[in-house]
């Protein structure tokens, strides 16, 4: 359901969990993500070596820093490529259908 808020935002402020970071990823959306705990780590890392988002430092979140990252378009159009690599993927059915018939066929 969190796709239906992004759609049109400007930027996405998250935690880091997979389903928030993946669902950025997917509409384009430039991510601030403070990746702690479990996976978050992680998947924040990703989203910044991607180009997608930034990660707050010790000091946190300021205003500066969210003024700065909406005007960021390097990180908008990094957003955008990987919504479009995304989109480029075959959905899992077709994946399926695409092994099955390679397993009954050889």
Known sequence: PMGVFLN????FIHHGGA???LTALHAGIP?????Q?????VNARAVVERGCGIIPGKSGLT????????????LREASQEVAAEMAAQPCPTEVAKKLIAMLQHG
Do not use: H
């Open 63 to 74: 205003s500066s820093m969210i003024n700065t990252f909406l005007g960021n378009r390097a």
């Open 37 to 41: 705990g479990a996976d978050r780590p």
């Open 19 to 21: 389903g928030n970071t």
């Open 31 to 35: 991510q601030i993500v403070f990746g």
């Open 8 to 11: 049109g935002a400007d930027g």
